[in-house]
């Protein structure tokens, strides 16, 4: 194999409300929905999408692309957990690694859809992780949101790269990595070849406040990573490679966006598989956002990602204005 996440995997049941108020501060931002307390509220539909999650996400996006994946998981032994798998093996995915436990049950997240965008209700179930103790080495390992009773297996994994240093690693730090603090994943930090996040991720990783997006980079390339990879959403991304700040727009979107999520997902794993692929930093900035458009043309995080072939006929049709360039 050439690409093996490491994440939880769920499955995100989509609830498409008919009744809500959107509110939001200037600019669009710091948007809440309300609805009536206390009431029985109609809602439109709901779907139930399995094998998700950031990492999941990823090891289907390299599949997709051709890559040859597979994921390193937990599931429950359930009906949930059968659906996962399934879809896996459909996807290409190798299961090898995904661990059944007959005591806990599969991932199960709500996701709160109205209009283009969405709010997720998130449960990890407390697995008992471990990083197995025979993998074939990959090429890289791409590391993602996990529950809060992994701390061993992110001293495993740091363990293993060591051991292994022709593995680039790939970190797209979740919830509970970033609550672990920045000094507790230093080591790791410092082992990572591309890490990357959304411009809110990246403040609450450094411990800062609205921060500009160059001192972002600057501040999480001073922990360690060789690449640095920032999303900020309709604004594009960002990425510093220690000698030069490259920016990518978003790619125009055909139609306004069906649902939003795993867009960032899509964007920053592509980004990845390329590199894997070994396209350059600034090809691979020009793959990222073309997933992430096709990903929000359908409901949650896998339907839209593209096969390679697709991705790189939207690229040679790409308007003369979609290119990478220096940031200022």
Request: net charge negative; glycine share 8%; charged share 25%.
């Amino acid at each position: 194999m050439d690409f093996i996440a490491i994440g939880d995997t769920t499955v995100d049941e989509f609830i498409k409300l008919k009744d809500a108020r959107v509110t939001c501060d200037i600019n669009s931002e710091n948007c809440t929905i309300s609805m009536k307390w206390g009431d029985k509220i109609p809602y439109e539909s709901a779907e139930l999408i399995p094998a998700v999650g950031n990492a999941a996400n990823a090891a289907v996006a390299a599949a997709r692309l051709g890559i040859s994946s597979g994921f390193i998981s937990n599931v429950g032994a359930d009906a949930y957990g059968a659906q996962i798998l399934e879809t896996f093996e459909k996807e290409g995915v190798s299961t090898k690694y995904i661990r059944e436990h007959q005591d806990v049950k599969t991932n199960h997240h709500y996701v709160l859809w109205y209009e283009s965008e969405r709010t997720i209700l998130i449960r990890h179930e407390a697995f008992p992780y471990a990083f197995p103790e025979e993998i074939e080495t990959p090429r890289w390992i791409y590391l993602s949101s996990i529950g809060d009773q992994s701390e061993q297996l992110h001293a495993d994994v740091i363990h293993w790269l060591k051991e292994h240093p022709e593995t680039k690693l790939a970190f797209q730090p979740g919830t509970f990595q970033i609550s672990m603090g920045k000094e507790k994943l230093a080591e790791l930090y410092r082992l990572t070849e591309i890490v990357a996040c959304n411009k809110e991720e990246a403040e609450r990783i450094l411990g800062l406040g609205e921060t500009p997006i160059t001192t972002l980079l600057d501040a999480l390339h001073a922990l360690g990573p060789k690449i640095v990879l920032i999303t900020d959403g309709p604004k594009g991304a960002y990425a510093f490679d220690g000698s030069q700040k490259l920016t990518v727009p978003m790619y125009p979107d055909p139609k306004p966006p069906f649902e939003r999520t795993g867009a960032g997902d899509a964007c920053t794993s592509t980004i990845v598989a390329a590199l894997c692929i070994g396209k350059p930093i600034e090809e691979a900035l020009l793959w990222g956002p073309i997933n992430a458009m096709a990903v929000v043309q359908d409901v949650g995080a896998q339907r839209g990602l593209l096969s390679r072939s697709a991705l790189e006929q939207l690229l040679a049709n790409a308007p003369a204005d979609y290119r990478v360039l220096p940031l200022a």
